[in-house]
């Protein structure tokens, strides 16, 4: 298993929970405003 393979894991799981929960057609920021919210949301830092 690779060493940050659970970290990729949770990003991928939460995009794709963004992008059903959005859908496609919004502006870039808004998908980045509500992926830094996601991914704190299951204990990940974001800068």
Known sequence: ???HN???EK???TF???YNELGC???ESVYEK???IA???V???VE
């Open 34 to 36: 509500s992926m830094t």
């Open 11 to 13: 990003v991928i799981k």
């Open 25 to 27: 057609g919004f502006l």
């Open 6 to 8: 659970h970290v990729t």
């Open 39 to 41: 991914l704190r949301d």
């Open 1 to 3: 298993m690779l060493k």
């Open 16 to 18: 794709y929970d963004v």
């Open 43 to 45: 204990k990940l830092s």
